[in-house]
């Protein structure tokens, strides 16, 4: 197929997405959690005493040209006390359209142990936090796709394709972790909201979308770490998703050299149809000093399979202090 086909079928998939709630323009950045539990849940803004920036670039169906690419910086830091701060910012690019978004994020931590805070070799002895954020959006399309739609039918919502529509609304987070058990709970578009210049009678409110993130991290011998965790993605359309993880951590003294591996198997549930496996990605993580990096590569496991050879998504961090764990 040429570039024009190539672009017109990426724009029906992301117009079918949007009239059913713009979920495909908020998942590219919430795919990246393993990267950044962040991206999913404000309550992490801060979590940790340290700070530090990452840069993350996932570019989608090698293979297929013109395929949807998505960059994202992030930024946390924790005050003096109990309060976090985060945000975000990200490019994603699918064909015809193009979308850019922010986040920014306050959060509040309560310490639940007595004594020092390091007791153990895992992360904080226990904690509770919450979180609040705005978020903003602006998405249009590229005008030389109406051209190509001039002889087509198609809805009365894209007589204003030419123009770039932006949009607010906030999420909210809860996240707790003991040892090396955490869980947490968030929720977004938690103000109802429907596509601005829409047909107001016609289109469907935004959908109410939760992620529910559950796991344990169990020390090993020789300053290793096993990680398994569970990722559910939902929404009030009654569409869930799944991923699986399974990580394991060989984490060494400051100023060394440490690393990560981690298997993620992602799977699809319809409430109307039935299950679907999606995709495998298995990611590496390397961290040296304070700089981090990793590679994910993700295998589709369904019909695309056919016509791409995979997804790429690349990390770059650096943390204002030493610290084994960079995401979270």
Not at 128 to 156: H, M
Request: aromatic share 18%; charged share 15%; net charge neutral.
């Amino acid at each position: 197929m040429n570039a024009r086909i190539h672009k017109l079928l990426f724009f029906f998939i992301f117009l079918t997405s949007s009239i059913v709630g713009l979920q495909a323009q908020e998942y590219p950045i919430y795919n990246q959690y393993h990267f950044n539990f962040y991206m999913v849940n404000p309550a992490l803004a801060g979590a940790n005493d340290c700070s530090y920036f990452m840069l993350t670039h996932k570019q989608q169906w090698f293979g297929i040209e013109d395929a949807p690419y998505t960059t994202s910086f992030s930024y946390q830091t924790r005050f003096s006390g109990n309060i976090g701060m985060g945000a975000y910012i990200y490019n994603d690019n699918n064909g015809y359209s193009k979308q850019q978004g922010a986040q920014l994020s306050a959060a509040y931590h309560i310490p639940m142990s007595e004594g020092a805070k390091y007791t153990r070799a895992i992360r904080r002895d226990r904690q509770l936090s919450f979180a609040v954020s705005a978020k903003f959006f602006n998405y249009g399309f590229d005008p030389g796709i109406l051209p190509s739609l001039s002889t087509a039918r198609y809805d009365q919502a894209m007589q204003d394709l030419q123009e770039n529509l932006a949009a607010f609304n906030a999420n909210v987070g809860v996240y707790y972790t003991s040892y090396g058990f955490f869980t947490g709970l968030s929720f977004t578009n938690i103000a109802k909201m429907k596509m601005p210049s829409y047909d107001v009678n016609l289109e469907p409110v935004l959908p109410f979308n939760g992620f529910f993130l559950i796991g344990n991290e169990f020390d090993t011998r020789n300053d290793e770490t096993l990680e398994p965790s569970l990722m559910c993605k939902f929404n009030t359309l009654g569409e869930m998703a799944f991923d699986i993880n399974a990580r394991y951590s060989r984490n060494v003294p400051r100023s060394q050299f440490s690393y990560w591996l981690q298997l993620t198997a992602r799977m699809n549930i319809d409430m109307i149809k039935d299950f679907q496996a999606l995709s495998a990605m298995p990611i590496l993580g390397l961290q040296f000093n304070k700089f981090h990096m990793a590679f994910a590569y993700a295998f589709d496991l369904n019909r695309l399979i056919r016509y791409n050879y995979g997804t790429l998504e690349v990390m770059l961090g650096y943390t204002m202090c030493y610290t084994e764990k960079f995401c979270r």
